[in-house]
C-alpha cells in the first residue's frame, strides 16, 4: 500500500494553556473521502489549520505522501498539493475569476507580463473540469456562492491539490447545488486525490464519505469505515463522552409565565416560526449548533432587530420590543456572546462598567452619583466573586472569567425578570465556569427567568430544567430534563428541514 | 479611562519645562502685551478643541470646523453690519454653528458614513460655498458696537475668559458627572456594546457633532471681534490645530479615551510653543514641524498602547477559535 497522502499523527494543541487537540491522528489515502466530524469545539477547526500550515503543533508528527514536514507553513502545504475550500469562500471579490486563478497557479516574477487570452483560457478549461460555467471574466464578488465554491475548487484542481480540505462546503448551498458538489467531490476522488470532508450533516456525512473520524474534546474517538456507522450510531459517538460532575440542577417550583415567544420570526436574521416559553425561577437552555439562531433570537427578543411577526408577551402582556432601551425597561437583561465585542468597555472601569445599563439608578437629576456607583459596583464584585483590586481598575486588565462576571453585573444591576445569557462561560476556566453556574441556580432560584444559550451540551443538560433546540432558525424541539439526553439533543440540533 | 494621570502630567511638565526655559533665556516672553495676545488667540481655539474632545471621545472626527469657523465668522459680521445687536448675531452664529454640525452628525450617525468622509466633503463643500459667495471679500467697516462685543478693550479679555472658563467647567464636569457624559464614553468605547447597554448611540454621535458646531460658532464671534475686518478664509488649518491639542492631550483617536482637562493643557502647550521659537529666533517655518513631531510622539505612546491591547486581543481570539 503507497503512503498516505496525508497523515497527522498523535497531534497536540493549545492555546494559553486551554488543550484544543489532545494526541489526534488522521490519515488520509489517496482516491478516498474522509470525514470528520463533532460537536462545536471539537477541535476541527484547530486540526485543519495544523494540516494546512495555520498553526503549528504543539507536539506531533505531519507527513505529506511518506514525508516528514516538521514546520508546515500555508506556502508549504500548497507546494505539497494541500488545498483548503472554507465554507466562505475567500476570493478577492473585486478581481475577475480569472486573475482569482491565476493568483493562485501563475508563478515567475513580479514584473512578469500578464497573458490576459491565456489567463482566461487556464481558468475556464479549469472551470470545466469541474463542470462549471462561469465566465472566468465576471468579478467573484457577482458570483452567487456556489459559483464562488466552485472557482476555489478550479483553483485546488489547477494547482494539481493531491489533498483537498473542504470546510462545511454545504453550510450555505441548496440542494441541487449541494448534488453537484457531490459529483465534482466524485470526479476528484476517481483522480486519486484525498478528500478531507467536515460537515454537521450526517446524511451527506454518511452518504460522501468512505471513512469517518470522530472528534470530540480535542481527541479522536475513533475511526470507522463507513459501512460499519449508521446515524444513531455517529450522533452516540459524538456525543458520548461521560458527564462532567456539575451538580444538577434541583428543580425548583416555577412560577408565573415570565417570556413566552408566539410564532416569532425575523426574516431579516432568518427567524421563522420561533414558540417558546420560560417561568420565573426556570433555566430554559436554547441548544442547537452555530447559525442555526440561537443568537439572532436572543438578539430579536432584546430588540436589536425587532421581529416582524409573532407575538412576545411579558409577564402574560403582549409588548413590542423595537430597542434594547425598551427591552431593559421590561426588565429583560441580555449577556452577550463575545464579551469583549459586545460585553464590556476594556478602557472603563468596572464601576462605570456595572452601571451602565442601569445610571437611572445611581444618578439623582441626571448626575452620576460617584459613590452610589462605587456601592452599586462593590456589591456585585462581592457578590459575584469578582477579583479586582478595586471598582476604579479598568475591565481590560481583568482576566476573561472576571471580565464576564463584569457583564453579568451590569445586567444584575438593572434587576431583571428575564435574564438572556450568551454562551455565558465560553472561554472561561474551569474554576470561574462553576461559580457562574452555581451564580445562574441563584438566580433562578431567587425567581428570575433564566434563558441560556449555549453550545457546551453538558453545561446545557445539567443547567437546565428545559432546553429547547434549534435548527435553521427554527426551534425544532423542546425537551424536559427528564427526557433530555446528549443524544437526543444532537438529534434534534442536525435535523435536516423537510424537503 | 481614568488609570493614572501620566498624559496630563507628561503635557503639565512640558509646559513647565518650556516656561523655564523661556524665563531664562528669554524673559520678554512673559511680556504683559505677549501673554495677552497668546490668550485671547487661543481662548476660540480651546472652546473649539473641547467640542472636538467629545467628538474624538465619541470615536469620531470633524475636520470641517475650520470652514464652519469662517462661516461663522463672516455670518456674524454680516448680521452686526446690518443693523443686529452684537449678541444675537452671536448667537445666530452660534445656531448657524450647530446646525452645520447637526448635519454631519446625522450624516454620520444616521445615514453610516464615516466622519472623516462626511467632514471632509463639508469641510471642502463650505470652504468654498463661502468663497463663491463672498468672491473672497472681507467683511469691512464692522459697527463701532462688534468690536469687543461692545465692551472696551480693557472689559473684553476678562468677559471672554469667564465665558470660556464656564464653558470649559461644564464640560469638564458633565463629561465625567451626567449621564450624558458617560454615554460618551460608552458609545467611542464600544458602540455595540453601548447599544446593548439600551444607549442611543447615533444620538450620542448626532449631539457631540452639533456640540463642536455650537463651540466653533461662538469661538468664531469670539475671534472676530478682536479685529475690525473678517477675512473670508479665517480658520484654515484650524481643524489640525485643534485635534493636535486633543491628541496631546491624551484623547484616543479610537475612541473612548480623553477629557476636558488634558485638552486645555494641550491647547495649552501647542500655543505656548509658537511665540516661543520667535522670542528664541528660531524661524517660524519651525513652528508646525515641531507641532507635528509632538503630535507624532503623542499618538506614538497612544499607538504602542493600543497595539498592545491588539495583541492580547489576538490572543483571545486564537485560544476562542
Known amino acids: 500500500m503507497p503512503p498516505a497522502l496525508l497523515s497527522a499523527s498523535s497531534i497536540t494543541k493549545s492555546f494559553e494553556g486551554v488543550s484544543a487537540l489532545r494526541h489526534v491522528s488522521f490519515e488520509l489515502h489517496a482516491g478516498e473521502v474522509h470525514a470528520i466530524v463533532g460537536e462545536n469545539g471539537a477541535g476541527k477547526s484547530t486540526l485543519i489549520k495544523i494540516m494546512t500550515g495555520a498553526e503549528q503543533p504543539d507536539a506531533g508528527r505531519l507527513t505529506v505522501a511518506g514525508r516528514d514536514v516538521p514546520h508546515m507553513t500555508p506556502a508549504l502545504a500548497r507546494a505539497r498539493g494541500i488545498a483548503a475550500i472554507y465554507q466562505q469562500p475567500s476570493l478577492f471579490p473585486d478581481l475577475s475569476v480569472a486573475e482569482n486563478v491565476a493568483l493562485t497557479l501563475e508563478t515567475g516574477g513580479i514584473w512578469r507580463r500578464v497573458r490576459w487570452s491565456e489567463r482566461r483560457r487556464r481558468a475556464r478549461a479549469l472551470l470545466e473540469e469541474v463542470g462549471s460555467t462561469v465566465d472566468p471574466a465576471r468579478l467573484a464578488g457577482s458570483l452567487s456562492m456556489p459559483e464562488q465554491q466552485l472557482v476555489e475548487i478550479a483553483k485546488a484542481v489547477g494547482a494539481d491539490a493531491k489533498v483537498v480540505i473542504m470546510d462545511e462546503p454545504t453550510a450555505s448551498l441548496m440542494d441541487d447545488e449541494v448534488e453537484r458538489l457531490f459529483a465534482v467531490i466524485r470526479l476528484l476522488r476517481a483522480q486519486g486525490c484525498g478528500v478531507v470532508y467536515i460537515s454537521h450533516r450526517l446524511e451527506e456525512v454518511l452518504a460522501m464519505s468512505d471513512r469517518i473520524t470522530v472528534l470530540r474534546d480535542g481527541e479522536t474517538v475513533a475511526t470507522h469505515a463507513k459501512e460499519t456507522l449508521d446515524r444513531p450510531a455517529l450522533i452516540q459517538a459524538m456525543v458520548g463522552r461521560t458527564l462532567k460532575e456539575t451538580k444538577p440542577r434541583t428543580p425548583v417550583a416555577t412560577g408565573d409565565m415570565a417570556l413566552e415567544l408566539r410564532h416569532l420570526s425575523n426574516r431579516e436574521l432568518g427567524l421563522s416560526d420561533v414558540s417558546i416559553s420560560v417561568r420565573r425561577g426556570e433555566v430554559l437552555g436554547i441548544a442547537g449548533l452555530v447559525g442555526s439562531g440561537r443568537t439572532e ?123 438572556m445569557l450568551d454562551e455565558p462561560t465560553q472561554g472561561v476556566d474551569v474554576g470561574a465556569k462553576a461559580e457562574i453556574h452555581a451564580l445562574i441556580h441563584e438566580l433562578a432560584e431567587r425567581g428570575l427567568a433564566i434563558v441560556m444559550i449555549s453550545s457546551d451540551l453538558p453545561e446545557v443538560l445539567s443547567m437546565s430544567d428545559r432546553i429547547a433546540v434549534m435548527h435553521a432558525g427554527t426551534v425544532s424541539g423542546v425537551l424536559d430534563r427528564s427526557e433530555a439526553t446528549q443524544d437526543r439533543i444532537m438529534a434534534l440540533a442536525l435535523e435536516r428541514p423537510a424537503g | 479611562m481614568r488609570s493614572g494621570h501620566t498624559r496630563e502630567i507628561a503635557v503639565a511638565g512640558a509646559i513647565v519645562v518650556l516656561a523655564l526655559v523661556m524665563a531664562a533665556v528669554a524673559p520678554g516672553y512673559f511680556s504683559p502685551a505677549n501673554l495677552r495676545d497668546l490668550f485671547l488667540a487661543n481662548l476660540p481655539v480651546l472652546l473649539v478643541a473641547i467640542g472636538m474632545t467629545l467628538v474624538i471621545v465619541a470615536g469620531e472626527i470633524d475636520i470641517s470646523v475650520g470652514s464652519v469657523f469662517a462661516i461663522c465668522a463672516v455670518v456674524a459680521g454680516v448680521l452686526a453690519k446690518a443693523g443686529m445687536p452684537v449678541w444675537l448675531a452671536g448667537a445666530a452664529a452660534c445656531l448657524l454653528g450647530a446646525l452645520f454640525g447637526s448635519i454631519n452628525g446625522a450624516l454620520v450617525a444616521y445615514a453610516g458614513i464615516p466622519s472623516i468622509v462626511v467632514t471632509l466633503a463639508t469641510m471642502v463643500a463650505l470652504r468654498d460655498g463661502l468663497r463663491w459667495t463672498t468672491e473672497g471679500a472681507w467683511v469691512q467697516d464692522l459697527p463701532r458696537a462688534f468690536q469687543w462685543l461692545g465692551l472696551t478693550q480693557a472689559e473684553y479679555p476678562f468677559v471672554a475668559a469667564s465665558l470660556t472658563a464656564v464653558l ?18 460608552a458609545t467611542g468605547s464600544n458602540p455595540d456594546a453601548a447599544r446593548l447597554a439600551g444607549l442611543d448611540t447615533a444620538a450620542v454621535k448626532c449631539a457631540v457633532f452639533a456640540i463642536v458646531g455650537t463651540l466653533t460658532g461662538l469661538a468664531a464671534v469670539l475671534n472676530a471681534v478682536r479685529f475690525n475686518q473678517i477675512p473670508s478664509n479665517a480658520g484654515i488649518g484650524l481643524e489640525m490645530k485643534v485635534i493636535a491639542a486633543v491628541v496631546v492631550g491624551g484623547a484616543s483617536v479610537a475612541g473612548g479615551r480623553g477629557g476636558v482637562p488634558g485638552t486645555v493643557l494641550g491647547v495649552l502647550l501647542l500655543a505656548a510653543i509658537g511665540p516661543a521659537l520667535t522670542f528664541l529666533g528660531i524661524s517660524a517655518h519651525w513652528e508646525r514641524a515641531i507641532q507635528g513631531a509632538i503630535i507624532l510622539v503623542a499618538i506614538a505612546a497612544d499607538g504602542i498602547r493600543i497595539s498592545a491591547g491588539g495583541r492580547a486581543r489576538a490572543h483571545v481570539k486564537a485560544a476562542a477559535a
Not at chain 1, 427578543?301 to 421590561?330: K, N, T, Y
Not at chain 1, 437611572?360 to 462593590?378: P, Y
Not at chain 1, 471580565?403 to 453585573?409: I, M, S
Open chain 1, 297 to 419: 433570537l436572543a438578539e430579536t427578543v432584546f430588540g436589536l432587530v425587532p421581529s416582524d411577526g409573532g407575538e412576545v408577551l411579558v409577564g402574560g402582556v403582549p409588548v413590542r420590543i423595537g430597542s434594547p432601551l425598551e427591552a431593559i425597561q421590561l426588565g429583560i437583561g441580555y449577556v452577550p456572546e463575545d464579551r469583549r465585542r459586545h460585553g464590556v468597555m476594556l478602557e472603563m472601569s468596572i464601576a462605570e462598567n456595572t452601571s451602565l445599563a442601569s445610571l437611572g439608578a445611581v444618578s439623582s437629576r441626571g448626575l452620576i452619583d460617584r459613590a452610589a456607583e462605587r456601592r452599586l459596583a462593590e456589591s456585585h464584585v462581592e457578590r459575584l466573586r469578582i477579583k479586582a483590586p478595586s471598582v476604579s481598575t479598568d475591565v481590560g486588565a481583568l482576566s476573561g472569567g472576571n471580565q464576564q462576571k463584569v457583564a453579568l453585573a451590569r445586567w444584575l444591576s438593572i434587576e431583571p425578570g428575564i435574564l
Open chain 2, 168 to 185: 470649559t467647567i461644564v464640560f469638564a464636569w458633565g463629561l465625567r458627572h451626567v449621564a450624558a457624559g458617560r454615554a460618551v464614553y
